[in-house]
């Protein structure tokens, strides 16, 4: 308020030179001693009073100084003012506001000293305040209060810098005891605006510093309870009375002064206390705040415990939360890359599995069994405590939600679980308390894991285990085995359950006796054992392998045959008899006969050293084989067995050969596993197979255009002589190598087959035929005549079906080579006709003696042509001498037949009716033939009718005849296919 204005109102003459020098006097040049000097001056007690309201100084002291003469200057009006009051204190009984504000109107100037009095006290308690603040707050010298920043001297003459830029205000602190102090001092004013001061409070605040200002709750009266307040005037000021406050203001003493006393917009806050529910929802939605801003977990559960320990309800639940996930956060383990920021939201909407997880997720097995205690354990007290809270108890809740996370580790987690729930500890310390759920959970986590290398893990699981001393009977053990074998049957795969999981085989377990469960732990020690064995050896099987197949002997058979078989074939190859020797132990040992059976248990000792040795050949190493069968008296083979083994072997080899060359490859290991027993004429036989495919393969047959023939393609042909065949066709040259040719149809398994050499003979005859080679043919034809000759006088008077087989071959040979045109060798021709007559059956001999008879008449022309040209023209009769060319046996026979047969007149031969016949014939000859003579044999019996047709009109041309020589070359194109049965027409 101007000075001026107090002196307009209440201008006194008094000394102009005191006035004008405090007015003259500003803010910076007042000092204690003048403010004092200059005020004392003056008498008029309200211009002082309003000169020093009037002063708002920075200099504490001199603003002190201020005050004092303005309280002291106004202190005899409110004297004056208390004297009208009685001495227990102003009350409605004793006086009223209509006594004073008479007295105020009539004494203007005590009226405005206790006015000025009020302010000037006020002003001296909010000092006094300030000056205990200052005191609490950090000392901060200017310049200091931001952290240095280094700048790169090549940037201080930046031109991007900003040139007017707001100056770097010092940064805030959050002093709460300044805080403190005000609401100390002045709680009562502060208090309806309490949660305005909160909410502007940091969210990353600790609530610890400022507690003071969290609302409480009464516990009797469930309303928040007020905050005290000292003041620093135990006892207000008369002229800080209501009553006197009021009678002041309705005196109007003080027109003309500015009345409004600091004064400030107030927001709109609750004034009046909360109840209990109120401030529940106030602290649950001030916890989200704040985890929603900073997602300290620690600061929200200090502010819940405060407000807990406040008697606020509804926050217990909340609590147990915030601490659960706040040894989430900060507790338990984190891994180097653990960058998750959990909320409270997220914790709520996790299950309790998932929780546990959380915890630990970087646990190690080390660290696990403290972990699950320090971390777990409490949880799962608080998930106790609640269902019993809300009346449904659960006792086994914690013992389920911990089983599962057991079942669910891997094997190495669980292995730390059951070391530390060992027997030998006691109880209170054991994570896992009772022994047979401890066993029931072994097995659970054992069958049901597919780990193929963890043995010595599942091991020490084991190993962990109780040990009970049950004496079970007889019967108690067949239905304990009966247990094991349903569980077999319950691990099995299934459309409905693809895979049996620990959880499902604990359920399985659960219902299990004591004894069932020793039982069941003695056939896990067995199983771990046969594990361990199956992959020392490279065949690792799950432990509910065992399980699956501990019936199934075709399971373990297999198994067995990859054992054999896997174990020379891995990276650790076995290269010495010692290496074998071990692992026909471990074979043996895993069918080993004992009241719990092993992974082979269901295989005979002989099948087992037969399915070793089989794979012990499979990997080639012969000599080892060789070997043991001299020295391990495991191996009590006969002489038949042996030879299965080793012949089974090869033809796995011959079978998997890319090529058929025995000296190199899979083909020279199939030849090589022959020898390893002694040589037999069955063992003979497969190595001479094994020659001819490798002799096949160097003819190069091709099965398909581009494609050569494989040993599997050979093995697999039904009817080997076609083999043959194809190398004849294949090969030009080939069929003047009779005893190659020979060898080769022995070797495939003809030998001593009189039948497929008479066959393999016509097929060269044949060939050499086609190729116009007559002499070769004939050669070849009179050693299948002999063969075929000596078959029949060895037979004599046997019904042997060789004989008609052999006779048919032969006599149809001997056929087609006598009427080829192109054979010019008459006497060798009438031969193997005369064979023919000799050797064909009766209903054919017909169409060979036509032959015959035509083949008689043209050489009897030819002949006589000759005589008539040698003797110039003088004919002489000349008798056919090809019946005298004959050996003696051959001809008695041939006339022997004839005189057994009645020819028709040779008139009638020559008609088409009788050509017709003979043609019907021979192809009646020709489908009788065992090699199924086809299209083409047909053909060609065909053309040489034609060609006799040719030779008895006189036209006998050699190869510049046109239609023999396109016959002869479509004959030698298509080789010899109709001796095998091939259908396609020339």
């Known amino acids: 308020m101007p000075v001026r204005s107090a002196m307009g109102a209440y201008g006194s003459p008094m000394p102009s030179s005191a006035y004008t020098r405090w007015t003259e006097l500003n803010d910076e040049q007042l000092t204690v001693n003048n403010v004092q000097v200059v005020l004392k001056a003056i008498s008029d007690d309200v211009w002082v009073s ?11 002291s001199v603003q002190r100084a201020t005050l004092d003469i303005g309280i002291e200057r106004s202190h005899p ?3 004056r003012v208390r004297n009208l009051l009685p001495p227990e204190g102003l009350t409605e009984e004793h006086a ?4 004073l504000i008479e007295y105020f109107k009539t004494m203007p100037a005590d009226t405005q000293l206790c006015h000025f009095r009020a302010i000037l006290l006020k002003r001296l308690d909010r000092m006094n305040t300030f000056v205990e603040i200052s ?38 602190a959050t002093c709460f005891s300044a805080l403190r102090i005000l609401f100390l001092r002045y709680g009562t004013y502060l208090w309806p605006y309490r949660f305005t001061i909160l909410e502007h409070i940091p969210a990353y605040a600790n609530p610890t510093d400022y507690h003071f200002l969290l609302p409480s709750c009464d516990s009797l009266t469930n309303i928040e309870r007020r ?18 406050q009021l009678a002041v203001q309705n005196s109007d003493a003080l027109s003309g002064f500015d009345t409004v006393l600091d004064s400030q917009p107030s927001p709109e806050v609750k004034v009046g206390p909360l109840d209990a529910e109120q401030l529940s929802e106030w602290y649950q939605k001030r916890v989200e705040h704040i985890m929603q801003v900073t997602g300290m977990v620690d600061v929200v559960l200090t502010f819940i ?4 320990s406040q008697n606020v309800p509804h926050l217990d639940e909340l609590g147990e939360d915030l601490s659960l996930l706040s040894k989430l956060v900060y507790d338990a383990p984190h891994g180097p890359e653990s960058t998750e920021d959990w909320t409270l939201t997220q914790w709520r909407a996790m299950d309790p599995p998932a929780i546990i997880r959380a915890y630990l997720k970087f646990s190690t097995p080390l660290s696990l069994p403290h972990d699950i205690t320090r971390l777990v354990m409490p949880y799962l007290f608080v998930l106790e405590s609640r269902v019993e809270r809300a009346g449904r108890p659960d006792p086994q809740l914690s013992n389920r939600l911990l089983h599962q996370y057991i079942l669910e580790a891997p094997l190495d987690m669980a292995l730390s679980v059951f070391e530390a729930s060992k027997p030998t500890l006691p109880v209170a310390q054991r994570i896992i308390k009772q022994e047979d759920d401890m066993v029931r959970l072994a097995l659970a986590c054992l069958y049901g894991s597919d780990s193929l290398r963890e043995w010595s893990t599942m091991s020490a699981i084991f190993e962990c285990l109780p040990v009970w001393e049950i004496s079970a009977d007889d019967n108690e053990e067949d239905a304990a085995d009966t247990t094991i074998t349903s569980l077999g049957a319950f691990v099995t795969p299934s459309t409905s359950r693809p895979k049996t999981t620990p959880s499902d085989l604990l359920v399985f377990f659960t219902p299990l006796p004591l004894s069932s469960l020793s039982r069941a732990l003695d056939i896990l020690d067995v199983h771990l054992e046969s594990g361990e064995i199956l992959a020392r050896w490279s065949v690792p099987a799950p432990l509910r392998w065992f399980l699956q197949s501990s019936n199934n002997i075709s399971e373990q058979r297999a198994w067995a045959n990859r054992m054999a078989r896997r174990a020379g074939g891995n990276e650790d190859e076995l290269t010495t008899q010692e290496d074998w020797e071990w692992l026909l132990e471990d074979m043996l040992k895993l069918a080993g006969e004992t009241k719990i059976k092993g992974a082979l248990g269901l295989l005979s000792r002989d099948e087992i050293v037969r399915i070793y040795f089989s794979g012990l050949l499979s990997t080639g190493k012969f000599e080892i084989a060789k070997i043991l069968l001299k020295k391990t008296t495991q191996f009590e083979f006969d002489s038949e067995t042996l030879e299965d083994i080793c012949i089974a072997c090869s033809h796995e080899f011959y079978d998997n050969a890319g090529s058929g060359n025995y000296k190199f490859g899979e083909m020279k290991l199939a030849y090589d596993c022959l020898d390893v027993p002694p040589l037999s004429d069955r063992l003979l036989k497969e190595r001479e197979f094994i020659e001819a495919t490798s002799r096949l393969s160097s003819f190069n047959i091709m099965s398909h255009p581009g494609i050569p023939i494989t040993p599997i393609e050979i093995r697999l042909t039904k009817d080997r002589l076609s083999l043959v065949s194809r190398v004849l066709s294949s090969n030009a040259d080939a069929y003047k190598h009779t005893e190659v040719i020979l060898d080769l149809v022995y070797k495939l398994g003809f030998r001593d087959d009189i039948v497929a050499e008479v066959k393999a003979l016509a097929m060269l005859a044949d060939t050499a035929l086609q190729v116009e080679d007559f002499d070769r043919a004939y050669e070849t034809s009179q050693r299948m005549i002999d063969t075929v000759l000596n078959l029949r006088a060895t037979l004599m008077g046997i019904d042997d079906p060789r004989l008609s087989e052999t006779s048919e071959v032969c006599w149809v040979a001997c056929f087609q080579l006598g009427r080829q045109p192109e054979f010019h060798d008459v006497d060798k021709k009438m031969l193997l006709l005369g064979r023919a007559i000799e050797i064909c059956p009766p209903d054919r001999l017909h169409d060979v003696l036509t032959a015959w008879r035509r083949l008689e008449r043209e050489d009897l022309e030819i002949r006589q042509e000759r005589l008539e040209t040698s003797h110039n023209g003088t004919v002489k009769s000349v008798q056919p001498k090809n019946t005298k060319s004959l050996p003696k046996t051959t001809a008695s026979s041939l006339q022997a037949r004839l005189r057994d047969f009645h020819m028709p007149s040779p008139p009638l031969l020559s008609t088409p009716d009788a050509r017709a016949l003979a043609s019907k014939t021979f192809n009646t000859v020709a489908a009788n033939f065992p090699f199924s003579v086809g299209q083409r044999g047909r053909s060609q019996f065909s053309q040489l009718s034609q060609g006799d047709e040719r030779s008895r009109s006189g036209s006998r041309r050699r190869a510049d005849g046109g239609d023999v020589q396109t016959q002869a070359s479509r004959v030698f194109s298509k080789g010899i296919g109709w001796l095998i049965g091939a259908e396609e027409d020339l």
């Not at 009223?96 to 006594?99: K, R």
């Open 50 to 60: 309003v000169a020093c309201t009037d002063r708002l100084l920075d200099d504490l």
């Open 77 to 79: 009006a409110t004297e």
């Open 96 to 99: 009223s506001s209509e006594t």
């Open 135 to 172: 005191k609490e707050l950090p000392s901060i010298p200017v310049g200091e209060d931001e952290e240095a920043v280094d700048e790169d001297p090549e940037w201080e003459d930046d031109p991007w810098a900003e040139t007017n830029a707001d100056p770097v205000h010092p940064r805030s």
């Open 227 to 244: 905050t005290d307040s000292i003041e620093w005037r135990p006892e207000k000021d008369v002229s800080e009375l209501p009553e006197i």
């Open 305 to 308: 415990q405060h407000g807990a």
